[in-house]
């Protein structure tokens, strides 16, 4: 069996680890580009009514799959669960299903917003989110429940939020609210470092992000530095391609 894409998905998130943990938790923006093609603008008619939108897609970074998997939302006791219980990217067939905002729509191309794909992911399908067809907020959820009764709620504060904004090219609040709200100080699982006195710093490609872990269940995340030591700033290598926005941040916030 043969399937080919119809579009494709344009978005700034490129690599693994800047997928968001479902799409539900993103706040991020793109766009879907469908290839022209005989009836493909037909196909699109009263689509624009619908607010949410299903896309079916390919997870063409990944080349093998693993039958159990470590969830992103830590399962209990961190133990691994059936890649089938879980919305793993590593699947028999690299198939995905993401329930993404459609925002409007020029021609061929589909703004969307909170969702789960990276830059140039192959699009096989869209269908119509339908509340009544679709929904089932009671429905069990196996260990997804169990996790819900360890969360962390996950605080920021103004530096933090006026440091994400100014990096732009990353979302470190979605990445922060996705690592500490289960098992915060993880390290197996986690890039973790101690500082002392109750505060940790979690890594994020080339970022670190101060945080600690307050009575209550509360995480306080406080503030954004460079990985990059200045010595490596100054090196002129830059395998990531963002040392010069990190030296902006360096000489707006150190």
């Known amino acids: 069996m043969e399937i080919d894409p119809i579009g494709v998905v344009r978005t700034r998130e490129r690599y693994r680890y800047e997928a968001p943990r479902q799409g539900v938790f993103a706040s991020n923006t793109g766009t879907i580009e469908l290839f022209p093609a005989d009836g493909m603008t037909d196909a699109l008619c009263d689509l624009a009514g619908f607010e949410r939108i299903w896309v079916v897609f390919k997870f063409h970074l990944n080349q093998t799959w693993k039958p159990k998997v470590s969830p992103p939302v830590i399962s209990p006791a961190g133990r691994r669960v059936g890649v089938f219980a879980s919305r793993s990217p590593h699947r028999p067939n690299p198939i995905g299903l993401s329930c993404v905002e459609l925002t409007g729509i020029e021609g061929l191309v589909l703004h969307i917003a909170s969702f789960d794909m990276l830059d140039n992911t192959p699009v096989f399908d869209i269908k119509p989110y339908i509340p009544l067809a679709d929904a ?64 940790w710093e979690i890594a994020c490609r080339t970022w670190r992000i101060e945080f600690s872990v307050e009575p209550e269940r509360k995480i306080a995340v406080h503030s954004i530095r460079s990985g990059y030591s200045p010595s490596e700033l100054s090196d002129p290598r830059d395998p990531y391609d963002d040392k010069e926005l990190h030296r902006l941040f360096a000489a707006r916030y150190h």
Request: charged share 30%; glycine share 6%.
């Open 136 to 199: 089932f907020p009671d429905a069990r959820a196996g260990w997804v429940d169990e996790t819900r009764k360890n969360r962390f709620e996950v605080e920021f504060t103004p530096l933090f939020m006026e440091q994400n904004q100014f990096i732009g090219t990353i979302d470190l609040a979605n990445f922060c609210a996705v690592q500490l709200a289960v098992e915060p100080l993880d390290h197996h699982r986690k890039r973790l470092t101690e500082l002392g006195e109750g505060h």
